[in-house]
């Protein structure tokens, strides 16, 4: 059983990538395939799903749910999953699958793998990959429950919508009486994010949590000022702690940046941080853990304390400036 995330009564692009994951376990593990969409106005959605991936889609409608809550979001999904007992709920790795998804398997008991990227057979037992200790390892879990709720990170699994002569899906269409009680929605501020700065630049200084403080950023600035065209950029640590505005952050819940160069200062390398940088041509990475799964992503892995390291790269690129050309010794 496929959740759709819905917005504004579009089909989310994360839908494809949840079908492609149930045509995964479908080839492991025979069963059929459902999707359920939720809100305020999921009919056309509804259909379009259903046309796209030749699926049945249930469209559960109610007017309280124009904006996701999570506190009727779960209380109908719920009950949705209790009257199916499906074997595999599957929800999006996102701020609000991720929030749902663990509540949902609370209500039914059910067992609950959050973060999942990849699906493997393991001793005759369906297991379910997902990264541990800031993507330095992979786990792999299985279940024992009847139902497993799932949620799946963005962007692993391959879109493969349904070739154009398939027949659409039946949908099945309902209604949810149940009012949030305790919860209202209150509003929505805009961020005001450009992103543009990050997007159309051709190098880029990144900053991570090693960066310590954000009086250092001012170290990712100078240095970026010394490289033509640089821009600074950031994980959503630093975005998320005000020392780089969220126009800044890179990831799969920031831009998605494809520089001649990304200078990786103090950042881990996290699978989120990593699908926004994957389009970068050159790679240069500076940590002090020599297994930091950021050097995977790398062309040059240096190990080493950014404070100390990128006041020596800013004072070598001045000398070129400079035009001495001598060999520089960054020791
Ligand atoms: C739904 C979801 C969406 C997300 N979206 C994004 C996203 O869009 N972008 C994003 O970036 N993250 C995103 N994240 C967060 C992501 O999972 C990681 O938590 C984040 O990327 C880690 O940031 P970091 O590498 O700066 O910090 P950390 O993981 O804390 O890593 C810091 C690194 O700095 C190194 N270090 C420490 N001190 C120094 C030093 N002095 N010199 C050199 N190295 C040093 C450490 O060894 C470590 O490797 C998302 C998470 C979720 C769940």
Redesign the pocket.
């Known amino acids: 059983m496929v959740i759709a995330p819905c917005a504004n009564g579009r089909v989310h692009p994360e839908t494809d990538e949840l079908v492609a994951f149930g045509r995964r376990l479908q080839a492991l593990r025979a069963g059929a395939i459902g999707v359920c969409i939720v809100g305020g106005d999921v009919n056309v959605a509804a259909r379009e799903i259903a046309q796209r991936h030749s699926v049945p889609v249930t469209a559960i409608q109610a007017a309280g749910f124009s904006h996701y809550l999570s506190e009727p979001y779960v209380a109908v999904l719920t009950e949705e999953i209790e009257a199916v007992k499906p074997a595999f709920v599957c929800a999006p790795?996102?701020?609000q699958g991720?929030e749902w998804a663990p509540a949902v398997a609370a209500r039914i008991g059910a067992g609950c793998i959050c973060?999942v990227d990849g699906i493997t057979e393991c001793q005759g037992r369906l297991c379910f990959q997902k990264e541990l200790y800031?993507g330095k390892v992979k786990g792999l879990f299985s279940v024992s429950t009847t139902t497993t709720v799932i949620s799946v990170m963005p962007g692993i699994f391959t879109i493969k919508p349904a070739p154009p002569p398939c027949p659409p899906g039946p949908v099945t269409y309902k209604e949810a009486a149940w009012r949030p009680a305790q919860t209202r929605y209150v509003g929505t501020r805009q961020a005001g994010v450009d992103a543009s700065d990050i997007t159309a630049a051709p190098i880029i200084v990144a900053v991570?949590?090693?960066i310590?403080s954000p009086e250092n950023i001012a170290l990712a600035n100078r240095l970026a000022r010394r490289l033509p065209k640089a821009a600074v950029a950031g994980?959503?640590?630093?975005c998320d702690r005000g020392w780089l505005g969220y126009d800044r952050?890179?990831?799969?819940?920031?831009a998605s940046v494809a520089p001649a160069l990304y200078i990786a200062?103090?950042?881990?390398?996290?699978s989120?941080?990593v699908m926004?940088m994957r389009g970068a041509r050159f790679v240069i990475a500076?940590?002090?853990?020599p297994r930091?799964p950021?050097f995977n992503e790398a062309d040059i892995c240096i190990v080493?304390?950014?404070?100390r390291f990128i006041p020596l790269i800013e004072e070598a690129c001045g000398r070129l400036a400079e035009g001495t050309k001598e060999a520089i010794d960054v020791r």
């Open positions: 790795h996102t701020s991720w973060g800031g991570g949590n090693g310590g994980t959503r640590v630093v952050q890179v990831g799969i819940s920031g200062c103090g950042i881990s390398g996290a989120q941080h926004g500076i940590n002090t853990d930091a950021i080493e304390d950014i404070i």
